[in-house]
Protein backbone atom coordinates (compact mmCIF):
# COMPACT_ATOMS: atom_id res chain seq x y z
CA UNK A 1 0.00 0.00 0.00
CA UNK A 2 1.04 3.84 -0.67
CA UNK A 3 -0.63 6.55 0.35
CA UNK A 4 -0.26 9.72 -1.68
CA UNK A 5 -2.17 13.11 -2.00
CA UNK A 6 -5.43 11.35 0.17
CA UNK A 7 -5.38 8.39 -2.25
CA UNK A 8 -4.71 5.46 -1.08
CA UNK A 9 -3.61 2.31 -3.88
CA UNK A 10 -3.46 -1.44 -2.99
CA UNK A 11 -1.43 -3.88 -5.15
CA UNK A 12 -4.35 -6.50 -5.48
CA UNK A 13 -1.94 -9.36 -6.83
CA UNK A 14 -4.43 -12.34 -6.67
CA UNK A 15 -6.99 -9.79 -8.48
CA UNK A 16 -4.46 -8.44 -10.96
CA UNK A 17 -5.16 -4.78 -10.17
CA UNK A 18 -3.72 -1.39 -8.86
CA UNK A 19 -6.89 -0.55 -6.75
CA UNK A 20 -7.00 3.23 -5.51
CA UNK A 21 -9.18 4.69 -2.00
CA UNK A 22 -10.13 7.58 -0.42
CA UNK A 23 -8.01 6.90 2.44
CA UNK A 24 -10.70 8.51 5.14
CA UNK A 25 -13.92 6.87 4.15
CA UNK A 26 -12.49 3.35 2.13
CA UNK A 27 -14.53 4.68 -0.92
CA UNK A 28 -13.77 3.19 -4.37
CA UNK A 29 -12.22 5.56 -6.39
CA UNK A 30 -10.97 3.00 -9.19
CA UNK A 31 -8.98 0.19 -10.61
CA UNK A 32 -6.30 -0.65 -12.88
CA UNK A 33 -5.92 -3.70 -14.42
CA UNK A 34 -2.22 -4.54 -14.11
CA UNK A 35 -0.90 -8.36 -14.49
CA UNK A 36 -0.17 -9.50 -10.71
CA UNK A 37 1.00 -6.53 -8.91
CA UNK A 38 3.36 -7.29 -6.46
CA UNK A 39 4.90 -4.03 -4.35
CA UNK A 40 4.26 -0.12 -4.95
CA UNK A 41 6.64 2.84 -4.20
CA UNK A 42 5.93 6.42 -4.69
CA UNK A 43 8.66 8.96 -5.37
CA UNK A 44 8.06 12.95 -6.15
CA UNK A 45 3.95 12.14 -7.23
CA UNK A 46 5.01 9.39 -9.70
CA UNK A 47 3.91 5.46 -8.49
CA UNK A 48 6.31 2.43 -9.34
CA UNK A 49 4.68 -1.08 -9.54
CA UNK A 50 6.50 -4.46 -9.99
CA UNK A 51 4.84 -6.99 -11.21
CA UNK A 52 6.20 -11.13 -11.82
CA UNK A 53 7.86 -9.30 -15.03
CA UNK A 54 8.61 -5.64 -14.88
CA UNK A 55 8.31 -2.44 -13.37
CA UNK A 56 5.53 0.13 -14.03
CA UNK A 57 5.49 3.98 -13.00
CA UNK A 58 3.06 5.75 -13.63
CA UNK A 59 1.88 9.65 -12.55
CA UNK A 60 -0.03 9.43 -9.23
CA UNK A 61 -4.00 10.63 -9.60
CA UNK A 62 -6.03 12.89 -8.16
CA UNK A 63 -9.05 11.85 -6.18
CA UNK A 64 -12.51 13.20 -7.99
CA UNK A 65 -13.94 16.50 -6.81
CA UNK A 66 -17.15 14.77 -5.63
CA UNK A 67 -16.03 12.78 -3.18
CA UNK A 68 -19.08 12.01 -0.48
CA UNK A 69 -18.22 13.68 3.26
CA UNK A 70 -17.89 11.17 5.95
CA UNK A 71 -21.55 10.21 7.67
CA UNK A 72 -22.32 11.92 10.77
CA UNK A 73 -23.24 9.88 13.94
CA UNK A 74 -26.76 10.66 13.77
CA UNK A 75 -27.34 10.09 10.03
CA UNK A 76 -27.43 6.47 10.42
CA UNK A 77 -30.60 6.14 13.77
CA UNK A 78 -28.54 3.77 15.98
CA UNK A 79 -27.96 1.28 13.03
CA UNK A 80 -24.19 0.74 12.46
CA UNK A 81 -22.92 2.64 9.28
CA UNK A 82 -21.74 1.27 5.73
CA UNK A 83 -17.92 0.88 5.07
CA UNK A 84 -18.34 4.16 3.56
CA UNK A 85 -21.23 6.66 3.32
CA UNK A 86 -23.90 6.69 -0.15
CA UNK A 87 -22.62 7.60 -3.14
CA UNK A 88 -23.75 11.26 -4.29
CA UNK A 89 -25.83 11.25 -7.36
CA UNK A 90 -24.03 10.96 -10.36
CA UNK A 91 -20.81 9.41 -8.71
CA UNK A 92 -18.78 7.50 -10.66
CA UNK A 93 -15.92 5.32 -9.02
CA UNK A 94 -13.61 6.39 -12.67
CA UNK A 95 -9.95 7.50 -11.24
CA UNK A 96 -8.07 5.79 -14.42
CA UNK A 97 -4.30 5.23 -13.61
CA UNK A 98 -2.02 5.22 -16.88
CA UNK A 99 0.76 2.56 -16.08
CA UNK A 100 4.07 2.33 -18.44
CA UNK A 101 6.86 -0.01 -18.76
CA UNK A 102 10.00 1.58 -16.62
CA UNK A 103 12.53 -0.17 -19.03
CA UNK A 104 15.29 -1.38 -17.01
CA UNK A 105 15.46 -4.26 -19.00
CA UNK A 106 15.87 -6.82 -16.03
CA UNK A 107 17.40 -9.98 -16.47
CA UNK A 108 15.52 -12.87 -17.45
CA UNK A 109 14.08 -14.82 -13.86
CA UNK A 110 14.52 -12.34 -11.90
CA UNK A 111 10.68 -11.58 -11.27
CA UNK A 112 10.73 -8.11 -9.41
CA UNK A 113 8.97 -7.64 -6.62
CA UNK A 114 10.50 -5.22 -3.80
CA UNK A 115 11.16 -1.16 -4.59
CA UNK A 116 12.66 1.28 -2.71
CA UNK A 117 14.57 5.03 -3.24
CA UNK A 118 17.26 6.37 -1.39
CA UNK A 119 17.85 9.89 -0.64
CA UNK A 120 19.61 10.52 -3.44
CA UNK A 121 16.72 9.53 -5.61
CA UNK A 122 18.58 5.91 -6.93
CA UNK A 123 16.18 2.97 -7.09
CA UNK A 124 16.58 -0.52 -5.88
CA UNK A 125 14.80 -3.26 -7.24
CA UNK A 126 14.62 -6.89 -5.51
CA UNK A 127 14.30 -10.12 -7.48
CA UNK A 128 11.93 -12.88 -5.42
CA UNK A 129 12.99 -15.58 -8.59
CA UNK A 130 16.63 -15.06 -8.49
CA UNK A 131 17.56 -13.78 -4.97
CA UNK A 132 19.23 -10.63 -6.03
CA UNK A 133 18.84 -6.78 -6.06
CA UNK A 134 19.94 -4.74 -8.72
CA UNK A 135 20.29 -0.55 -8.17
CA UNK A 136 19.64 2.16 -10.44
CA UNK A 137 20.70 5.67 -10.79
CA UNK A 138 18.76 8.38 -12.21
CA UNK A 139 19.57 8.84 -15.85
CA UNK A 140 21.34 11.98 -16.99
CA UNK A 141 22.50 13.49 -20.66
CA UNK A 142 20.41 11.66 -23.52
CA UNK A 143 17.40 10.49 -22.94
CA UNK A 144 17.24 6.58 -22.85
CA UNK A 145 14.72 4.39 -22.61
CA UNK A 146 14.18 4.48 -18.59
CA UNK A 147 14.99 7.59 -16.72
CA UNK A 148 17.28 5.20 -14.52
CA UNK A 149 20.15 3.91 -15.27
CA UNK A 150 22.16 0.58 -14.05
CA UNK A 151 24.84 0.60 -11.45
CA UNK A 152 26.72 -2.45 -13.31
CA UNK A 153 25.34 -5.35 -15.20
CA UNK A 154 25.54 -7.11 -11.91
CA UNK A 155 23.54 -6.92 -8.74
CA UNK A 156 24.23 -5.33 -5.86
CA UNK A 157 23.52 -8.25 -3.47
CA UNK A 158 22.74 -11.52 -4.95
CA UNK A 159 22.46 -15.03 -3.65
CA UNK A 160 19.87 -13.68 -0.63
CA UNK A 161 19.11 -16.62 1.61
CA UNK A 162 15.28 -15.57 1.26
CA UNK A 163 13.61 -14.44 -2.03
CA UNK A 164 12.98 -10.80 -1.15
CA UNK A 165 9.18 -9.20 -1.35
CA UNK A 166 9.70 -5.52 -0.35
CA UNK A 167 12.31 -3.15 0.19
CA UNK A 168 12.37 -0.41 2.51
CA UNK A 169 15.32 2.13 2.71
CA UNK A 170 16.08 3.94 6.19
CA UNK A 171 18.16 7.37 6.52
CA UNK A 172 21.13 6.80 8.54
CA UNK A 173 20.42 8.43 11.21
CA UNK A 174 23.85 8.78 12.34
Known amino acids: MVCYNNVLYVADEGG ?16 TPVSGP ?5 QNGVLYV ?38 PSGYTNSVTLTLSDLGLNL ?3 FGPSG ?17 QIYGYSPAT ?4 PSPFAPFSNNPIFSKLPDQPEFLLWVADQS
Open 141 to 144: GVNP
Open 50 to 87: TTSKTVLYGNCVTPPANLPALPTPNQFAGAPPPPYPPL
Open 107 to 109: PSG
Open 16 to 31: SAVRMYDPGTGLPLGS
Open 115 to 131: LAFDSSGNLYVAGRLSN
Open 38 to 42: VHLVQ
